[in-house]
């Protein structure tokens, strides 16, 4: 077999390769090290940008845009997915930032409420007899009762639960997103207890119930929770889960989710938890009178007395959906509505309005041209969406 040599492979050649590759590899490696550096300047100034203006308060606004409105005096406003819901007496709406109509529906109620939860609206009248469904195209059903309406709680799904009530006892009512009745229980004071508040689980599996009795001559409160599932149909009437809570008044009940619920006593939080068969798992106690209670963003959020001389006139407290308190607090300001919008609380009247971060920054303190009917976070960073009784404005926080 032939002999093959190669070509030019010398002693010194090969020592000028290793030098060549030694210079490949420094000037790969600079490069490498330079663009380190630059990612890292960069992410420390972006880093350092977002937290200057996490913790920054802005002192005014410009108007990004104003759309006027021509809505009657008691039209209530609320968040639908980055839209304003608008509903009166009348009918509803649901509108865009320009207050151009994504859906409507007209209809006669003396006393509209509605409930949101993720796309699912309903609108009832309460004492009445009427229950509009929508989702993210529009109308989806209309339910008409028998029994006058007390309350609604709807599902991510459109499944909705109907607290009704007449002279003589009430009625839990529950239907499909097609208007179609599921199931209806009776209630009274001496049987079950009266029903105080309810709620359904996003997901339209679980329905949970506070109910007012009476032990020994002392009020009670119940909490009952259903199950409408195939787990469920293991157990009596579909109950999971039920507990007694003496000398305790429950008037506020809310699913956060699937899974969690929240039960709002004066006295505190009461926090269950479970997929299928909800358990008690955490619980705040409130040494203080409650004023507020608000729900938002996965939070449950109580407004009580200030607890000294010294002290603020009110302190918000946030907790999470353990029970674990994120935000305290402290303020003076003498407002008829508080809520989340994103990260945002915001406390307003009909005028003026806080804003604080969820780490407590006081983001924004003001007044505004015009009687202001709600307040939520815009389409980006600063930016704030104001509706006034006659126009909707955008607007910047500067």
């Known amino acids: 077999m032939a002999k093959i ?7 010194e050649a090969a020592e000028d390769m290793k030098d060549y590759k030694a210079k490949l590899f420094r000037h ?140 003589s006892a009430s009625w839990i009512s529950l239907y499909d997103a097609e208007g179609n009745n599921l199931a209806e229980s009776r209630c009274s004071l001496e049987e079950t207890g009266q029903p105080l508040a309810i709620s359904i689980s996003s997901d339209g599996a679980k329905l949970a119930v506070s109910y007012l009795q009476i032990q020994g001559g002392t009020a009670a409160s119940c909490i009952v929770f259903y199950n409408f599932g195939p787990v469920g149909g293991n157990f009596v009437d579909k109950i999971v889960a039920s507990k ?44 203080e009178e409650i004023k507020s209670i608000f729900f938002g963003s996965g939070n449950v959020g109580l407004v009580v007395e200030g607890t000294g001389k010294e002290s603020a006139r009110y302190e918000v407290h ?15 300001f003498a407002y008829n509505q508080i809520k989340m919008s994103g990260d945002n609380l915001i406390l307003f009247n009909e005028n003026e309005c806080e804003i604080y971060s ?8 003001g007044m505004f041209d015009g009687t202001l009917a709600d307040i939520y976070r815009g389409s980006a960073f600063r930016k704030l969406v104001l509706v006034f009784s006659d126009r909707t404005e955008e607007i910047k926080l500067k």
Do not use: H
């Open 5 to 11: 040599t190669q070509l030019y492979k010398t002693p």
């Open 28 to 167: 790969r490696a600079g490069i490498g090290f330079k663009g380190f550096i630059c990612v890292a300047v960069a992410a420390a100034l972006i880093f350092g940008m977002w937290s200057w203006s996490r913790y920054k308060t802005y002192t005014t606004y410009e108007i990004l845009s104003t759309n006027q409105r021509t809505d009657t005096l008691n039209t209530q406003y609320a968040e639908y997915n980055g839209k304003i819901l608008k509903y009166s007496r009348d009918g509803v709406s649901c509108v865009n930032l320009k207050n151009e109509a994504v859906w409507s529906q007209t209809y006669n109620m003396q006393r509209p409420m509605a409930d949101i939860c993720q796309n699912a609206v309903a609108v009832a009248d309460m004492q009445g007899n009427e229950v509009y469904v929508f989702d993210e195209e529009g109308l989806r059903t209309q339910i008409t009762t028998l029994l006058p309406i007390q309350q609604i709680s709807i599902s991510a799904q459109g499944v909705t639960a109907l607290l009704l009530s007449d002279s």
């Open 244 to 287: 007694v809570y003496e000398n305790t008044m429950i008037p506020r009940i809310k699913y956060l989710g699937d899974s969690i619920c929240a039960a709002v006593s004066d006295q505190g939080i009461l926090y269950f938890e479970g997929k299928e068969i909800p358990e008690e798992k955490a619980a705040v106690t409130e040494s």
């Open 318 to 332: 946030l907790y999470d959906t353990s029970g674990n308190l994120v935000l305290n607090q402290e303020t003076n």
């Open 358 to 365: 969820r780490q407590g920054t006081l983001k924004y303190a």
